[in-house]
C-alpha cells in the first residue's frame, strides 16, 4: 500500500481563554503558577488519515475546528498536541486574504505566492498565462489586491492555488466567494486535478458538493471529529446532528404559547433578520392540504406557506411574500400579493393579517430554506418592514428522476416510424 498523504494523530489545538488582561498577567507573574484561564478546545484529540489521490470533504457548522484543521494542515498554525504528517507539496486557498499582502498588486502577490511554494521567478513566468487566464481579472492585475472586490480575489488566488502543480490541494470555503460562472470553471479544475491523482481537502456547507466531489467526508462538532466514511453517510449524521430533521410527522406536537404554529418548529438559529418593524411576521408555517405542520415535502406536493403579520404603524397596500432557496442560497422560486394581484389594501396599526400561499413544490431531493418577507414600495424604492431569511429548513423526498433542480414535468409523446404520416 502507499503511504498516506496526510496523516493526523491525536491532534489537540487549546486556546486560552482569560476574562481580562489583568488575569493573563497575574498568571504569569503567580509564584505557584495559580490558573487564571480556561482551555477552549478549537480540536480535541482529532485523527484520521487521507489516501493520496482521494478527495475528502470537511463538514460542521461554525466554530466546529473545520478552518483550525486546515490551517494546522497547512502549517500556519501548529497542533498543542499530537503530530501532522503530509506526504507531497501543499497548495492552499483559506479564508480570503490569507498569503496575500494587500499593498502587492495581483501580479507581485502571484510571485510572492510562487516563491513561498519554492519556484523561481523565472518558473512562475513559465506558469503566468495559465493564472492570468483562468483568474481573468484584466487589467487589475496590475492594481494593488486590497482594491480588489472579494469575487475578484479568489479568482487569483484560486488561479494561483491550482496552478502551482500541487499533490495536495486545501480550499476552505472560498469558492463560495466567487460567481456561479466562475464557480462552474473551478469544479472543473477540481474534476481535472483529480483525474490526474492530486489529494483534495475542502470545507463546505455546500452538501451537494460533498456528493458530487468526494470520496469521504469528515464532520466535526466542537472540535470533535464526530463521524468519517463515505459522504452520503456523513452527511446524514450531520442533518441528524445538526436538527435539519426539524419535526417527527407522527410526533406534532400542540401549538403552544398564543396559539402560534412558530412554536411548533426547531427554528434554524443562524436564519437572518431584519427591518423596520412597521409590520411584524408573527407567525408562519408549512402545511399539507390537511393544515398538519410539515418538514418533509414530497416533489410535486401541494403545500400551504401560512403567514400571519402585525402592523405596528399604519402601512398602505404592503408586499407580503415568500422565495425558497436551496442549500447553495439560491434563489429557486417564491411569489408575493404583489405579483399575485392579491392586494392588502390600507393597514392601521394593531391589525393582523394572515396570508396562505399555495403552492406545489416541483423540486428535487435535497434540504432548503424558506425565506418571509413584508415590504412597501415608496417612491419606487423598496422599503422592508420585515424579513426573515433561512428561518425554517425543510427537507424534498422525491422518487422522481429529472435533470437540474425544478421538476420539468413534461409529457412526452412516442411516434413509432408506422404511425409517421408524410
Known amino acids: 500500500m502507499s503511504e498516506p498523504a496526510i496523516q493526523i494523530q491525536n491532534v489537540s489545538k487549546v486556546y486560552k481563554l482569560y476574562s481580562s488582561p489583568q488575569d493573563r498577567l497575574k498568571e504569569a507573574l503567580h509564584p505557584f503558577r495559580k490558573k487564571y484561564h480556561k482551555d477552549f478546545y478549537a480540536l480535541n484529540d482529532i485523527s484520521f488519515e487521507v489516501k493520496k489521490g482521494e478527495t475528502v470533504g470537511i463538514i460542521g457548522q461554525n466554530g466546529s475546528g473545520k478552518s483550525t484543521l486546515l490551517k494546522i494542515i497547512t502549517g500556519v498554525l501548529s497542533p498543542t498536541s499530537g503530530s501532522v504528517q503530509v506526504n507531497g507539496k501543499i497548495s492552499a486557498l483559506l479564508e480570503l486574504g490569507a498569503g496575500f499582502n494587500p499593498e502587492f498588486t495581483g501580479l507581485e502577490n502571484v510571485y510572492f505566492q510562487g516563491s513561498l511554494m519554492g519556484y523561481t521567478r523565472e518558473e512562475m513566468e513559465k506558469k503566468l498565462d495559465e493564472i492570468l487566464s483562468f483568474a481573468d481579472i484584466g487589467d487589475f492585475i496590475h492594481q494593488p489586491v486590497k482594491t480588489y472586490s472579494s469575487g475578484m480575489f479568489v479568482r487569483l488566488a484560486f488561479a494561483v492555488a491550482i496552478n502551482v502543480e500541487p499533490e495536495i490541494l486545501i480550499v476552505d470555503e472560498a469558492l463560495s466567494v466567487g460567481d456561479v460562472f466562475f464557480q462552474l470553471k473551478c469544479y472543473r479544475k477540481i474534476n481535472k486535478m483529480k483525474d490526474n491523482n492530486v489529494t483534495i481537502l475542502l470545507t463546505t456547507h455546500d452538501m451537494s458538493t460533498i456528493i458530487n466531489y468526494c470520496n469521504s467526508a469528515i464532520l466535526l462538532k466542537k472540535g470533535i471529529l464526530l463521524s468519517y466514511g463515505e459522504p452520503d453517510k456523513i452527511i446524514e449524521t450531520y442533518r441528524k446532528e445538526e436538527s435539519f430533521q426539524k419535526i417527527n410527522i407522527n410526533e406534532i406536537i400542540e401549538r403552544n404559547t398564543n396559539n402560534l404554529y412558530k412554536n411548533s418548529y426547531n427554528i434554524n438559529p443562524n436564519y437572518i433578520e431584519y427591518g423596520n418593524k412597521a409590520a411584524e411576521i408573527i407567525d408562519w408555517a408549512i402545511l399539507n392540504e390537511k393544515r398538519e405542520l410539515i418538514d418533509k415535502i414530497q416533489n410535486n406536493q401541494d403545500i400551504i406557506i401560512f403567514m400571519k403579520v402585525q402592523f405596528n404603524k399604519n402601512c398602505n397596500d404592503p408586499i407580503i411574500g415568500f422565495f425558497i432557496k436551496d442549500i447553495k442560497g439560491n434563489e429557486i422560486l417564491g411569489t408575493n400579493t404583489k405579483f399575485s394581484k392579491k392586494d392588502i389594501g390600507f393597514r392601521t396599526k394593531n391589525d393582523i393579517v394572515v396570508v ?43 422518487d422522481v428522476e429529472f435533470v437540474g433542480i425544478v421538476n420539468p414535468n413534461s409529457g412526452i409523446r412516442i411516434i413509432n416510424n408506422k404511425d409517421i404520416k408524410n
Open 356 to 398: 396562505e400561499f399555495f403552492q406545489k413544490i416541483p423540486l428535487t431531493k435535497g434540504v432548503y430554506s424558506l425565506c418571509l418577507g413584508c415590504s412597501e414600495i415608496l417612491q419606487d424604492s423598496i422599503v422592508a418592514y420585515h424579513r426573515l431569511y433561512e428561518v425554517i429548513v425543510f427537507e424534498v423526498l422525491s
